[in-house]
């Protein structure tokens, strides 16, 4: 068993922790960085797949995003623009693919109002909605014991507008059926991304990637720190903490830190054993947050043939297996890569099913966006976050019904010299890089104060 001692103990190499980890170090504090796998980057990984450069996990970066946008220019990492030429498709309940351009699908005149009325309203109650603190809401307690399937059905008698505003927030980016989450958590989605009609408009939400993959970020951050300072493959079993301090133990090595950091997603704080244990409604909270599940699809062609049909590769709806889809191909290659998702109670169907059939039942559905030649891509692979020990769902983590106004103060609590943070408890940037970001700096400046 190897002893060590530093002034924090950083557990998880994602970019919460690792920027955590460099802003501290760049204050002449001493760290260490205790990562279960053997990667840094936790949900960003860039890797080949058959030879084809895929992002497995996080990718787009939206110009609100700050926090991210410095980093990057501060890590020298260029940008590209998603490609986004020509039209969209949008599929309706009838089924036919529909080309559209601009942010709201080619549906009926009334659905289209419905659209436009339910995204102005949705607007008004996020722009009453502090992202830093949503359960100070004026109406927080009412807005968190409905349902947002609920609060829409109140809303609107128009299913096919219902079922498009749900997909906002319910299949892209929560990832759990919207009558798992209530109103008040639809809000906070919302107002950390600056607006709800940002994130329909996918030209904002999806604006840029970064050249050679946005794993970069954590990897270049990590080349900040020594190698002693670093420790892969160094799951964190356990925490003895007192208020003067912690010891933080992995299988084979024992740090003793003043201040510690525990930079995973909230449903894995449970996996460290405490000695004593959390505060009761510490161990309370975290029965309440749970992941979304997303199954995030790579299908590479040999040339990006929808672009020469006029098509952005820009594709949505409600009633397909994929419910959005995109031109995902690299800067600079001559392959074209389309990228789908298949979210929550679609997703349980496709993961009970063999891999050939799901993967038959995938490609159809792109194929309903974009024709049959969608069916025979050069490389298929499906990102299974749910299957990642170290993570266990996507992209992040949210509450339950009543659980924003219940706990979500809570979770920003240190407890004794424990802190704990990830993109799961960002306010701006709330589920994303620039989130984990913006938190891995305030946990390290509430250590440096
Ligand atoms: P993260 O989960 O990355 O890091 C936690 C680390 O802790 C992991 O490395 C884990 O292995 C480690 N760990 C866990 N338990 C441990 C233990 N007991 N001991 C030691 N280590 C432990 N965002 C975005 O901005 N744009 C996007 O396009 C997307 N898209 C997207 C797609 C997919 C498929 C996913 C999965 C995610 C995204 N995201 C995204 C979200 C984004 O990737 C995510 O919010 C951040 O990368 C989270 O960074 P954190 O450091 O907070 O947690």
Known sequence: MEHLSRDVAIIGAGVTGLTAATRLRAAGRSVIVLEARDRVGGRLWTDHIDGQLFELGGQWVSPDQTALLETL?????????????????????GGTPVRFTGDIFPASEHTQAELVRLIALLDELVAATDAAAPWAQQHAAEFDRI???????????????????????????LTKPSHSFSLLQALLMAVSAGSFSNLVDADFILDKRVVGGLQQVPLRLAEQLDDADLRLGHPVRTIAWSEAGATVHTDDLEVEARHVIVAVPPNLHSRIDYAPPLPRLRQQLWQHQSLGLVIK???????????????????FSPYQLVHE????????????????????????????????????????????????????????????????????????????LGGLTRYGALQLEPVGPIRFGSSDVAALGYQHVDGAIRVGRRLADEILS
Request: charged residues 25%; negative net charge.
């Open 325 to 400: 889809a995109y031109d995902n191909s690299n800067h600079g290659e001559t392959r074209g890569t389309l990228v789908g998702f298949v979210s929550d109670e679609k997703a349980d169907r496709m993961l009970a099913l063999p891999p050939a059939e799901r993967q038959q039942a995938i490609l159809e559905s792109l194929a309903a966006y974009y024709g049959p030649k969608a069916l025979e891509p050069v490389v298929y692979y499906e990102s299974d976050w749910a299957a990642e020990e170290w993570t266990q769902g996507a992209y992040a983590a949210s509450f339950d």
């Open 147 to 173: 349902s947002f399937r609920s609060w829409l059905e109140q809303q609107s008698d128009d299913a096919e507008a219902r079922e498009n505003i749900s997909l906002f927030i319910a299949d892209a980016m």
């Open 297 to 315: 699809v790579h299908a590479t062609y040999d040339t990006p043939f929808w672009r020469a049909d006029g098509l952005s590769g820009t594709a």
């Open 73 to 93: 220019d501060e890590l020298g990492l260029d940008t590209y623009s998603r490609y986004r030429d020509g039209e969209s498709v949008y599929i309706g309940p």
